[in-house]
């Protein structure tokens, strides 16, 4: 069991927290050239840089305040929860299994004990399996989760800068490279409040 809460841990509430906005850190620089490229208007390789038009997007508040997201952690917490049960219930079972080898091993002759055996190792070598698949299993929807977030704040974005008010949008989080933003260019408000509007919408329509 205490194998089954060390894999799993990395994939708690804090962890999943982490990663995600770790991702989107990383995609920043992607998604700015995206949204640049897509909205803007002027030609940038000739401009200088005091004439651009910047915004920027608090990521850490833009996730933290997602309603999506926050439905993604649960649904993510639900789903390592059952598998959790799954292997816990497999693991009751391996266990009273081994104790019943262990009462009546002495009285096994040789080869039907050495079958018994290689039956037990074979289920602990099945279970060590199902906690690696438990795991891969949690890592890709974790991954498939973070990527659909992520093309909803980007597509987000692109639509706020449509009529290409702005040359970029930058990210601005604890670990981003930009150390400091004036607060009169944060958007996150606005976009948050486009990506709740459209994720309560679509609920109303299920």
């Given at each position: ?5 060390l ?25 700015n ?64 299994d ?106 109303v329509?299920?």
């Amino acid at each position: 069991m205490k194998n089954l809460s060390l894999l799993l841990s990395v994939l708690s509430f804090v962890g999943v927290v982490a990663l995600f906005a770790l991702e989107f850190s990383e995609d920043e620089d992607e998604g700015n050239a995206m949204v640049s490229a897509a909205g803007s208007s002027r030609n940038m390789s000739n401009a200088s840089l005091d004439d651009a038009r910047i915004i920027f997007v608090n990521t850490d508040s833009l996730w933290q305040q997602f309603e999506l997201y926050g439905q993604y952690l649960d649904d993510l917490m639900k789903e390592r929860t059952a598998l959790e049960k799954q292997y816990e219930k497999r693991m009751r079972r391996f266990e009273a299994d081994v104790k019943k080898f262990q009462e009546k091993a002495p009285y096994m002759s040789q080869q039907l004990g050495a079958q018994e055996q290689n039956r037990i190792l074979g289920e602990e070598k099945s279970l060590l399996q199902m906690q690696e698949d438990m795991g891969q299993q949690l890592a890709e929807s974790e991954m498939a989760k973070n990527t659909e977030i992520r093309e909803k704040i980007l597509a987000k974005i692109k639509e706020y800068n449509e009529d290409g008010r702005y040359d970029f949008v930058l990210g601005y989080s604890a670990i981003s490279p930009v150390l400091y933003a004036n607060d009169s260019l944060d958007v996150t408000s606005e976009l948050l409040e486009m990506l709740n509007t459209d994720f309560s919408d679509s609920k109303v329509s299920k």
